[in-house]
C-alpha cells in the first residue's frame, strides 16, 4: 500500500532533542510529510483542535497531562488519527498497557532507524504496529488467557508515572513541578501505590521495579 504523501504527522515529546532526531528519521521516510511538534499534552491537544492529522507520536511522561486523557481526548476529537507511542520504558512491561489503553502501536526509544521507519510505515498503512517482542507477549497472551504477571496491572496510569519518578530518585516537589500537581496529591499518590504494591519504601519500589522491567 503506497503511502500519503503530504502526509500530517505530530510528534510530542518534552525533550527537544529526541523530536528532532525522530523528525529527521521522519523526513528521511517521508520528505513532503507535513511536521509539527510540541512539548506537552496541553499543546498536543491545541493542535488536534487546529487541523486534521494522520498520525501522533507522542510520549508518555509529558507535562500537563497523561497518556491515558490523551488517547480518549484524540478518540473523541479526532477519531481516525493513528496513535504511536514512543517511550523509553520497557515494552514487554508496558505496550500491552497502552496498546489496551487505544494506541496504534508501541514504539521503544531504543529502536534502530531500520525499525523506526518500519513502524511509521505500519502505523500510517494500517494504524498497527507491534514489535517481535510485543507480538510474542501477545502470543504467549493469547495461549495461556494471561500477559506478563505484573503487580503494577493494578496501578492507575499516574500512578505508575509517579512510581517511575519516585524510582529515579526525584523528590515529591520535583515531581510536583513537573506534573504540575500539588505536592500533597502527589503524596497520596505515593501512598495508594506503596499500599497497592504491599510496600513501605522507596528502595523496595526500586527493587520491584528491577523485577519486573
Given at each position: 500500500?503506497?503511502l500519503k504523501?503530504?502526509?500530517?504527522?505530530?510528534?510530542?515529546?518534552?525533550?527537544?532533542?529526541?523530536?528532532?532526531?525522530?523528525?529527521?528519521?521522519?523526513?528521511?521516510?517521508?520528505?513532503?510529510?507535513?511536521?509539527?511538534?510540541?512539548?506537552?499534552?496541553?499543546?498536543?491537544?491545541?493542535?488536534?483542535?487546529?487541523?486534521?492529522?494522520d498520525l501522533?507520536?507522542?510520549?508518555?511522561?509529558?507535562?500537563?497531562?497523561?497518556?491515558?486523557?490523551?488517547?480518549?481526548?484524540?478518540?473523541?476529537?479526532?477519531?481516525?488519527?493513528?496513535?504511536?507511542?514512543?517511550?523509553?520504558?520497557?515494552?514487554?512491561?508496558?505496550?500491552?498497557?497502552?496498546?489496551?489503553?487505544?494506541?496504534?502501536?508501541?514504539?521503544?526509544?531504543?529502536?534502530?532507524?531500520?525499525?523506526?521507519?518500519?513502524?511509521?510505515?505500519?502505523?500510517?498503512?494500517?494504524?498497527?504496529?507491534?514489535?517481535?517482542?510485543?507480538?510474542?507477549?501477545?502470543?504467549?497472551?493469547?495461549?495461556?488467557?494471561?500477559?506478563?504477571?505484573?503487580?503494577?496491572?493494578?496501578?492507575?496510569?499516574?500512578?505508575?508515572?509517579?512510581?517511575?519518578?519516585?524510582?529515579?530518585?526525584?523528590?515529591?516537589?520535583?515531581?510536583?513541578?513537573?506534573?504540575?500537581?500539588?505536592?500533597?496529591?502527589?503524596?497520596?499518590?505515593?501512598?495508594?501505590?506503596?499500599?497497592?504494591?504491599?510496600?513501605?519504601?522507596?528502595?523496595?519500589?526500586?527493587?520491584?521495579?528491577?523485577?519486573?522491567?
Open positions: 500500500m503506497a504523501v503530504n502526509v500530517r504527522i505530530i510528534v510530542a515529546d518534552d525533550h527537544g532533542i529526541v523530536r528532532m532526531g525522530l523528525i529527521q528519521t521522519i523526513k528521511r521516510l517521508l520528505p513532503a510529510a507535513i511536521i509539527s511538534e510540541v512539548e506537552d499534552y496541553k499543546s498536543l491537544y491545541k493542535e488536534i483542535l487546529k487541523e486534521e492529522l501522533a507520536i507522542m510520549d508518555v511522561n509529558m507535562p500537563n497531562g497523561s497518556v491515558q486523557e490523551a488517547i480518549d481526548y484524540i478518540k473523541i476529537h479526532q477519531p481516525n488519527l493513528k496513535i504511536l507511542i514512543f517511550s523509553s520504558q520497557d515494552e514487554e512491561l508496558y505496550a500491552m498497557r497502552y496498546l489496551k489503553m487505544g494506541a496504534g502501536g508501541y514504539l521503544s526509544k531504543q529502536s534502530s532507524h531500520t525499525v523506526i521507519e518500519t513502524a511509521l510505515t505500519a502505523m500510517l498503512s494500517s494504524g498497527r504496529y507491534a514489535s517481535e517482542v510485543v507480538k510474542e507477549a501477545m502470543f504467549l497472551g493469547s495461549l495461556t488467557g494471561a500477559t506478563k504477571d505484573s503487580p503494577f496491572e493494578a496501578l492507575s496510569d499516574r500512578e505508575l508515572q509517579i512510581a517511575n519518578k519516585i524510582a529515579e530518585g526525584l523528590s515529591l516537589k520535583e515531581i510536583s513541578n513537573q506534573l504540575n500537581l500539588h505536592s500533597s496529591t502527589i503524596s497520596t499518590y505515593k501512598n495508594r501505590l506503596f499500599e497497592k504494591l504491599n510496600i513501605r519504601s522507596v528502595p523496595e519500589l526500586v527493587e520491584i521495579l528491577r523485577l519486573y522491567n
